[in-house]
T-cell receptor, first 113, second 113 residues
Framework: AAGVIQSPRHLIKEKRETATLKCYPIPRHDTVYWYQQGPGQDPQFLISFYEKMQSDKGSIPDRFSAQQFSDYHSELNMSSLELGDSALYFC????????????FGQGTRLTVV | DAKTTQPTSMDCAEGRAANLPCNHSTISGNEYVYWYRQIHSQGPQYIIHGLKNNETNEMASLIITEDRKSSTLILPHATLRDTAVYYCIVSRLRTGTASKLTFGTGTRLQVTL
């Protein structure tokens, strides 16, 4: 069965650079969630989208932005990267009216050097 | 959304039942109880959810007390592969927008030989 696809799987960037993470949800899923997970931490909610509209914002820095496109894929744009942005970034998708049964991707490991 | 409280860690012998408690004493009538788990550095995985009735699927059973103020996730025959952090999430379903899927501090379950 198709799963949530995240790309790239690994990314190394220097401080002050920009990164773009991509998420391709399961077909017919209309909701996307983004999470950041630092070493030894629980996943922290960043932002969510339903039907291409932003739903909720969590602890997302102003340097980050995200959107959901017409084909439902989503991108998380991160600018002026800091060492503290090094983390695993997970994307999840669900059918918005289907409840909170979300499916997570394998994550993107971002390392800022 | 209601706050949840879980023990920080638990141990379980392989082959025995693992019973993971969750306290959600401020739960509202329209809030569901969801359980996810995260195996080291993988994306969180949906396990089960319920509103007020006990639920069972191929992975686990969910027992919700009659007053709904607490619940227990039961893994009937724990294996080493069940070693993970287990998250109890309480949230209501929203229409026309994404429902909130926020992770707190879960229970680290260690299954041992």
């Amino acid at each position: 069965a198709a799963g949530v696809i995240q790309s790239p799987r690994h990314l190394i960037k220097e401080k002050r650079e920009t990164a773009t993470l991509k998420c391709y949800p399961i077909p017919r899923h209309d909701t996307v969630y983004w999470y950041q997970q630092g070493p030894g931490q629980d996943p922290q909610f960043l932002i969510s989208f339903y039907e291409k509209m932003q739903s909720d914002k969590g602890s997302i820095p102003d340097r980050f932005s995200a959107q959901q496109f017409s084909d439902y894929h989503s991108e998380l744009n991160m600018s002026s990267l800091e060492l503290g942005d090094s983390a695993l970034y997970f994307c999840a998708s669900s059918r918005g009216q289907g409840g909170l049964e979300a499916f997570f991707g394998q994550g993107t490991r971002l390392t800022v050097v | 959304d209601a706050k949840t409280t879980q023990p920080t860690s638990m141990d379980c012998a392989e082959g025995r039942a693992a019973n993971l408690p969750c306290n959600h004493s401020t739960i509202s009538g329209n809030e569901y109880v969801y359980w996810y788990r995260q195996i080291h550095s993988q994306g969180p995985q949906y396990i089960i959810h319920g509103l007020k009735n006990n639920e069972t699927n191929e992975m686990a059973s969910l027992i919700i007390t009659e007053d709904r103020k607490s619940s227990t996730l039961i893994l009937p025959h724990a294996t080493l592969r069940d070693t993970a952090v287990y998250y109890c999430i309480v949230s209501r379903l929203r229409t026309g927008t994404a429902s909130k899927l926020t992770f707190g501090t879960g229970t680290r379950l260690q299954v041992t030989l």
